[in-house]
């Protein structure tokens, strides 16, 4: 299972969302507000994983390397709780 801490957070914010997985890359969709979220990770050629997503901007995709799950987990605490957590 990949992008684990994303699950985490996203679950314990009350989120449902989507998981899949294909050729040991992981990629989460779920909704807010009405908007469409998306986070793909994918591998490079030298093997490192990044990820792309429009977390900062719904209509807007952006790459992400490095600690890009941590990045992604600090975007996400904007995010509010949803109702009954």
């Known amino acids: 299972m990949r992008l684990e801490k994303v699950q985490r ?15 040991g890359v992981g990629s989460i969709d779920f909704l ?5 979220y998306h986070i793909w990770e994918f591998r490079n050629d030298d093997g490192s ?16 390397s490095g600690d890009y799950e941590d990045q992604i987990c600090k975007t996400l605490e904007i995010f509010d709780n ?4």
Not at 16 to 23: G, L, M, P, R, T
Not at 32 to 36: K, P, V
Not at 82 to 85: F, L, Q, S, T
Request: charged share 30%; hydrophobic share 30%; proline share 2%.
């Open 49 to 64: 994983c990044g990820a792309e997503t429009n977390l900062m901007h719904a209509g807007h995709m952006e790459e992400i």
């Open 82 to 85: 949803r109702p009954g957590m």
């Open 9 to 23: 957070l996203l679950t314990e914010k009350g989120y449902h969302f989507s998981y899949a997985e294909e050729d």
């Open 32 to 36: 807010d507000r009405g908007l469409s």
